[in-house]
């Protein structure tokens, strides 16, 4: 997963195995908490229900020739037994419900601190368009800073505020040692928010159906050193640097030539299209396409000559570019750094 | 085993003799009988019928998407292929398989069990019948005509709870959805007017002496069940209607560009969805309701708080369903009121519970087939209701929504549940429906293969829900730690398709083959055994008087009767 994915990044170690409980963020613990206690209870539920069956299951089954003139003692019930079983159970239920009452609120109903980095999350079928809200604008006057697609980079041990929308239909934003997840619903703004305790690349995926190719929307959440996320924004904020080489240079003009710009955007340039994600600084990135492919030459290559190949469905349509345009087009989107 | 029984036909009814045209016939007279029929049993039987042959259909889809996911990054099924299947494969097992499979034992056994000659209303039950099978076959004709005029598109591929927008035209193109909204539409029809027949019969056929408290708790439940079906399906036809409005007339009920709600199609599908999930899984409860029983030789433990915790869960399952949409942005609140009802539904079930282990406990329980299945389906609902509990706690749903633990979770439900119930059920009336008894062999190879298979396809997928995949992925990386669960995932779908083929094998072969099982193979007390197996059309000759809610127990124990205790 090396790739192009350099300077302080490689230090952060991958975090593939969405294990939730592994969290690594505040309210992934909080979930965390409440889930132990309630899978204990229900462990304990389980081992003595099943108990009871085993042990009436062998101690009362029939043995031998079946004598029906000796039926067993015909009981239809008892109120106090019956009184008991209704009552524990009741008990139980008001625990769970006040673990489950109290987590809710704190997680939900958790403040908004002042120096929380402040981002939108926008699903597209099938890719996640990300917006860094501008230092010191109000929260609720959304002034975009940048944006990026895919890759989401936050610091470490403080408050990432997150707003969740959609363009086209349900998606579900989920990192599961993150936090729980919660849906991305047009016409609706969603909150949801972290606070990561370790770095790393932690992966995400879309968690509520969202058509054809569902499966390979991944984001990944890259958690960095303040040191190394303020340097990562100001990278971010800085235009790529113009294509030196001949190929590079070609590829640009094979890039303006066609209608990449329509959908595409690179900063700095007069490509603005928004149907498509922002490739302003493709190159720094760990992957394609929303996690279908590691992001090198080759896998660009393959992109260029027909993205349905290794995403069957894609939007992005067979440019019908020649063989020496597509390498043009990868030797000029591998300069967007 | 079928002691006694000429002596009970004789007191209770006369051996009734066969009617013209039932004697064995051509295959004309076979289909006619089935088209004209409005006898219920044969309604009941052309129900259950219909439903396992879209069970296979349904389940071989299944087997395909496990292939599909044996392995990371397979390349066995399309995208879209496999999103076809996992729609219609859910969409079929709920409203195709599981409803009519239901409403099949309600319309062979509440008439019978209540003493009545049939259903209230004959004509409108076989209507009911037909417009289920029709709704069938309209939603797999998708495959070859839902590309329509545009030619895009092809079976359903938006999932079984078809959420808005992907419904709406600007993204689920061709004529897939409108074929997945009109089959289920008019299933829907059909399942009300079973549901009214099932109240009407219930309410007014009963037999002399059976008093609402002496009604076998098989039918009290489906007494609940078809008022849960007149209240839940109406919501589901208003959003289709809604749906179609948008599709084809421009509303914009749930087009969110148009100032439509996304939100608001999740609530009306809930509303109608989650009383579903009961309507599914209270008939699992009748069948143990009279299985249980019978196989401990004691009567019900507590059957008044029986009747009233299915009334309890009816009534609470109304109030629960947004605890599917934890993760839609609800306020605190709502998120808490959700979360509380829901673990409210653990009070009720728990009293079934325990009431079905008291009825075991002091018995002498004969581990026959149709117990074997009940016993399994104490220990996989068990599961199933402590994973629904895990889902209920909020926070926790917001990791566990939408991924393979509840995948795991409702298949257990409706497999461990559901299914197990309708096994041990096909068991327990075979004889009576055809006068034979399945054989016992076949009957085991099919328990163990299928229980085994069921626990190792569906017990892995709570992990890898656990370590985070998402349900509905046609593929995933390997080292994301999902491989190995999704392989024993896998492997377990042949258990369980061994299993079911014993099972047909079973029907068929035991249909003309299996033992001779008299008018009352188990020493059973409820009226469907008082009368010849198979029943004449009219069930009685004269109708039954009851005394008590185990009438066949009253008469063979002159000397210690139920009446005198209740």
Known sequence: ?337 | MAHGSTALSKEYIEVAPSSPGQEKGSLTRIVQKMVFTVDHKVLGLMYIGSGLFFFVIAGIMAALIRIQLAVPNNHFLEPDVFNRFFTMHGTAMVFIVGMPIIFGFANYLVPIMIGARDMAYPRMNAFGFWMFFFSGFLLYASYFAGPGLYNAGSAPDVGWFAYSPLTSRAFSRGHSSDYWTLALFSGGIGSIATAINLIVTTVSLRCKGMTLGRMPLFVWTFLVVAFLVIIAMPPLAACQIMLLLDRYLGAAFFDTQNGGSAILWQHFFWIFGHPEVYILILPGFAIMNEIVPVFSRKPIFGYPIMVAANLMIAFISLGVWAHHMFTVGMSSVGNAFFAITTMLVAVPTGIKIFNWLGTMHGGKIRLELPMLFCIMFLFQFLIAGLTGIMLAVAPFDWQLSDSYFVVAHFHYVLIGGLLFTIFAGIYYWYPKAFGRMLDNKLGHLHFWLFTIGFHVTFFPQHISGFLGMPRRYYTYDAGRGWDLWNLISTIGVLFQALGVFFFVLNLVWSYWKGRKAGDDPWDAWTLEWATTSPPPDYNFEHLPVVHSRRPLWDLKHPDDPDWKYE
């Open chain 1, 1 to 337: 997963m090396a790739g192009t994915f350099s300077g302080a990044r490689a230090d952060e170690p991958l975090r593939p195995i969405a294990n939730m409980f592994d969290p690594l963020s505040k309210p992934a613990e909080m979930i965390h908490d409440a889930s132990i206690i309630t899978l204990i209870i229900c462990a304990i539920i389980f081992l003595i229900v099943t108990g009871m069956l085993v042990y009436v299951t062998v101690k009362y089954r029939s043995r031998g020739e079946i004598d029906e003139r000796k039926e067993p003692p015909q009981i239809y019930g008892s109120s106090q037994i019956e009184l008991a079983w209704t009552v524990i159970p009741i008990i139980i239920t008001v625990v769970l419900i006040l673990i489950t009452t109290r987590t809710i609120g704190e997680i939900q109903d958790h403040p908004v601190p002042k120096d929380a980095v402040h981002i939108r999350v926008i699903g597209h079928q099938w890719w996640w368009e990300i917006h860094y809200q501008k230092p010191g604008a109000k929260p609720d006057e959304w002034v975009t800073d940048f944006t990026i697609a895919n890759e989401i980079h936050v610091p470490v041990n403080k408050h990432t505020e997150i707003t969740l929308e959609s363009a086209d239909v349900l998606h579900s934003f989920w990192v599961a040692q993150l936090n729980g997840k919660t849906d991305l619903i047009p016409g609706l703004k969603n909150h949801t928010w972290i606070e990561p305790r370790a770095t790393g690349v932690f992966f995400g995926n879309c968690a509520e159906y969202c058509g054809t190719q569902h499966a390979n929307m991944q984001l990944k959440v890259v958690v960095q050193t303040q040191a190394d996320y303020d340097a990562w924004v100001l990278a971010q904020k800085t235009p790529p640097p113009a294509p030196t080489t001949a190929e590079a240079i070609a590829g640009k003009k094979v890039f303006y030539a066609n209608s990449c710009v329509n959908c595409h955007k690179v900063d700095g340039t007069p490509a603005a299209g928004v149907f498509g994600p922002d490739l302003t600084h493709l190159a720094t990135r760990l992957t394609i396409g929303a996690g279908i492919a590691k992001n090198n030459e080759d896998s660009l290559r393959t992109w260029m000559h027909d993205p349905a190949t290794l995403k069957p469905g894609v939007l992005m349509p067979n440019m019908q570019l020649t063989d020496k345009e597509v390498d043009e087009v990868v030797a000029y989107l591998m300069t967007l750094k």
